[in-house]
């Protein structure tokens, strides 16, 4: 069974860097695209990004001068960081697993991250 | 890349069924297959229940149902359950092969 799960701080400051780390267990990290998705507060669900293991990697346009993903296969690992962020960063934050683009199949169990003034 | 257009809410009795739209563009909706719809409880990671615009995961109750019309896609809870009771959000691939989600339902079963 595939499993995701999220690490990383809780507390980031404002203009600061928020980064978080995904790992994979229960399956190949290979052939998928791995997306961060963040949900603030009350609010709807938010595609941030993907990376595929050829190294492609697309973001949502209104985050896209500030994110960056990354893929470590040997650890199999991805990771998120999130720059200058502001309390507008404050959310859950969900890795999960895409097949072609079409679903997200398997999720973590989110993190929240709130970003203090 | 805006948000995926859905009701912001929508009810009904046990029993009942409901239907969720998802309104986009030819830029994504329109012109691929390629909607999904997730089911989030409170305090939960979302649940995919939809994929490829009709396609149901196994497992996925079968009172669940997907269909697309042009730029707007449905999702259909037939038999409504007290569980079923939860927020439904939609998800489509772009042009820009980018993926955008909706701005979610809150499904309340009275």
């Known amino acids: 069974q595939v499993q995701l799960q999220e690490s990383g701080p809780g507390l980031v400051k404002a203009s600061e860097t928020l980064s978080l780390t995904c790992s994979v267990s229960?399956?190949?990290?290979?052939?998928?695209?791995w997306s961060w998705i963040r949900q603030p507060p009350g609010k709807a669900l938010e595609w941030i990004g993907y990376?595929?293991?050829?190294?492609?990697?697309k973001y949502n346009s209104s985050l896209y001068s500030r994110v960056t993903i990354s893929l470590d296969t040997s650890k199999k690992q991805f990771s998120l960081r999130l720059s200058s962020v502001t309390a507008a960063d404050t959310a859950v934050y969900y890795c999960?697993?895409?097949?072609?683009?079409?679903?997200?199949?398997?999720w973590g169990q989110g993190t929240l991250v709130t970003v203090s003034s | 890349q805006s948000a995926l257009t859905q009701p912001a809410s929508v009810s009904a009795s046990p029993g009942q069924s409901i239907t969720i739209s998802c309104t986009g563009t030819s830029n994504n909706v329109g012109n691929y297959n390629l909607v999904s719809w997730y089911q989030q409880h409170p305090v939960k990671a979302p649940k995919l229940i939809i994929y490829e615009d009709t396609k149901r995961p196994s497992g996925v109750s079968n009172r669940f149902s997907g269909s697309k019309s042009g730029t707007t896609a449905s999702l259909t809870i037939s038999g409504l359950q007290a569980e079923d009771e939860a927020d439904y959000y939609c998800?489509?691939?772009?042009?820009?092969?980018?993926?955008?989600f909706g701005g979610g339902t809150k499904v309340t079963v009275l």
């Open positions: 990376v595929h293991d050829a190294g492609s990697t």
């Open positions: 999960a697993r895409s097949r072609e683009l079409r679903d997200f199949d398997y």
């Open positions: 229960g399956g190949s990290i290979s052939s998928y695209y």
């Open positions: 998800c489509s691939y772009e042009g820009s092969g980018t993926l955008v």
